[in-house]
């Protein structure tokens, strides 16, 4: 039975979403055996405990800095130290490989897929890469080692674009999009739905992502959601706080304060985010690759707040050219900005339009089919 190891680090929920994605579309439709593993949780807990926790508190303590480690990454002497790094991580990670001895590696995230080729350049290691970029705009540590990848799967045309004018090999690059849950293409009783979180079916809904355990900029979050409260009374708010209590006592707070406890629904973490997106008219979320991915997928209008500089940025910019999403930057109105989105009745109409062209809901299985041609 060929075998396959799914390899991903834990900087951030995507990656991991995208290798969970794929390694169940296998175990479903194919003999294959697979496992995932967090390379760097392998190479080194304290490591992936010390290192993934400086992201997150970077990128909500200090976002700009973050974007300026993210820009500088991608050339000059961070570029170098991370993959020098990625270098001498790669020699532990070689004896993971010798150990499960798959016929192909699936990389979910640049600093595995830099092991990887690094290990097969030296001809350490002689399975098949292939590595599964996870937003919308490339970075440049993705494609260190490229001549030692087999495919890159890419969510969009200008991705292929840019990464073949980067000098990979047009033949490699696939626009496949981001690997989604199945539960996705699930049709779900609504009415069911709309039971279950005691809402009015006659009344639209806004899903409302509140920034999850990074709780980015709390003040501007509730800004927002009140302007959402405050401009859109016919509708109701599903308000997700993910693992931040904070945020969750500040979005009771608020809601006790105007007094709209018969519209709006405060969630901690839910496991529920395809039912609900499929009840909504419009996402208020950051431009994760994950979220934007099942958002597209469910065909919905999005408005980006709260995005981490850097790729999120880049995500955001990428969404607004494409109109599915509106940006609500950091100095702009939040009122003026959802009146302006709500002012035309077609405007929303439109987005979902554009999102339904823009997603690629069947991503896994076309990256899947990919990974079994080249075993």
Not at 93 to 115: A, C, G, R, W, Y
Not at 146 to 171: C, L, R, W
Request: proline share 4%; hydrophobic share 35%; charged share 25%.
């Amino acid at each position: 039975m060929k075998k396959v190891l799914i390899l991903y680090a834990a900087y951030g929920g995507g990656h991991y979403s995208a290798a969970k994605s794929i390694k169940k579309y296998l175990d479903d439709n194919y003999e294959v055996e697979t496992e995932i593993i967090d390379c760097i949780e392998y190479i080194n807990k304290v490591l992936n405990k010390v290192t993934t926790g400086a992201y997150k508190e970077m990128a909500k303590k200090a976002p700009n800095l973050w974007g300026k480690v993210y820009s500088n990454s991608q050339k000059g002497i961070l570029g170098h130290v991370s993959s020098r790094t990625n270098k001498m991580m790669a020699i532990k990670l070689k004896n993971l490989i010798k150990e499960k001895n798959p016929d192909l590696i699936v990389s979910t995230h640049p600093f595995s897929s830099q092991m990887v080729s690094y290990l097969r350049r030296k001809q350490k290691i002689f399975c098949k890469l292939v590595t599964v970029l996870t937003d919308f705009a490339p970075h440049e540590q993705w494609l260190i080692g490229h001549e030692y990848t087999d495919a890159f799967f890419v969510s969009n045309d200008k991705m292929k674009e840019q990464i073949i004018e980067y000098g990979v090999a047009p033949q490699k690059v696939h626009v496949t999009g981001i690997p989604l849950s199945e539960r996705f293409f699930e049709h779900f009783d609504k009415d069911k739905i709309y039971n279950e979180f005691n809402l009015d079916k006659t009344k639209p809904v806004v899903l409302f992502f509140g920034g999850g355990e990074f709780g980015l900029g709390k003040d501007r979050t509730l800004e927002v959601l009140e302007s959402i409260i405050n401009n859109l009374s016919s509708y109701q708010i599903i308000a997700i706080s993910g693992k931040n209590k904070k945020m969750n006592t500040s979005f009771h707070e608020l809601v006790d304060k105007l007094d709209v406890n018969d519209r709006v629904r405060i969630l901690e973490y839910t496991n529920q985010v395809p039912e609900l997106m499929s009840i909504s008219s419009l996402v208020v979320t950051k431009p994760g690759g994950l979220t934007t991915s099942e958002s597209l997928a469910s065909g919905l209008p999005i408005l980006i707040i709260n995005p981490i500089p850097g790729q999120e940025e880049e995500n955001a910019n990428f969404l607004e050219s494409h109109n599915v999403a509106v940006w609500l930057k950091n100095d702009e109105n939040p009122n003026k900005v959802i009146h302006e989105l709500f002012k035309y009745p077609n405007k929303l109409e439109e987005m979902k339009d554009n999102a339904k062209k823009l997603a690629k809901k069947h991503a896994t299985e076309d990256i899947c089919t990919d990974i079994m041609k080249l075993i």
